[in-house]
Structure formats: C-alpha cells, structure tokens
C-alpha cells in the first residue's frame, strides 16, 4: 500500500521557515517522481516542486524560487520542503505526491501524479 505521509507544517511569522518533510512507503521510491503541492482557500491545488532520483529539482512556482528549496533521501524514502522568507500568499495546506517518471526520467504533469498524502498546514502570519 502506497502511503505519504506529511509533516512539519505549522504556524510561522513572514519571514519565517519550516521544513516540511514526507514520508513515502508501499513503492519504490528511486523510480518515482516525488513533488509538493499546494492548495488555498477557494483556490485551485498548484505544483511547487518536484524532484526525481538523479535529476535536478524543479521549480514549479516562480514565487518560490530561491526561497523554498526541495530535496530528498533515498535512504530514508523521504522528500523535504525547506522554506525560508516566508509570507502569507504562501499559507495553504501542503500536500506531498508520488508518481512514476516518465521515459526519459521525467516527471509527470501535476494532474497526473497519481499518489496523494494528507496534507500539512502551514499558516503565515503575525
């Protein structure tokens, strides 16, 4: 059984950071593509990051270029979101997702990923 797992979310004051970690399990994690995702209130769920096993991270979002930072570790089957500079348009709840890559070692399109954890909150604000 696939599970993700999320945790790390919180309440932070902007300018803040939080390191936002997944758990995944029930797959081979080396050969999927591993990504974070976000949903406001009243707005639609959209990409952040995403990451696969010998491959550069990319960067979904232009707002969080150089804040936020992902990364993973096979050998703890786990993914990380370390955010910095924090503000409240990044106040959402945080979703880690799995899906495998697509030839040529790429990852899929957001609405593809296919595996879904529960979410962890995070809230900016003072």
């Known amino acids: 059984e696939v599970q993700l797992v999320e945790s790390g979310g919180g309440l932070v004051q902007p300018g803040g950071s939080l390191r936002l970690s997944c758990v995944a399990s029930g797959f081979t994690f080396s050969s999927h593509c591993m990504g974070w995702f976000r949903q406001a209130p009243g707005k639609e769920r959209e990409g952040v990051a995403s990451?696969?096993?010998?491959?550069?991270?990319?960067y979904d979002l232009d707002s969080v270029k150089g804040r936020f930072t992902i990364s993973q570790d096979n050998a703890k089957t786990t993914i990380y979101l370390q955010m910095t500079s924090l503000k409240p348009e990044d106040t959402a709840m945080y979703y880690c997702?799995?899906?495998?890559?697509?030839?040529?070692?790429?990852?899929?399109?957001?609405?593809?990923?296919?595996?879904w954890g529960q979410g962890t909150q995070v809230t900016v604000s003072s």
């Open positions: 990451i696969v096993t010998g491959g550069l991270p990319n």
């Open positions: 997702a799995a899906e495998p890559v697509r030839r040529g070692g790429h990852c899929p399109m957001s609405h593809e990923f296919g595996h």
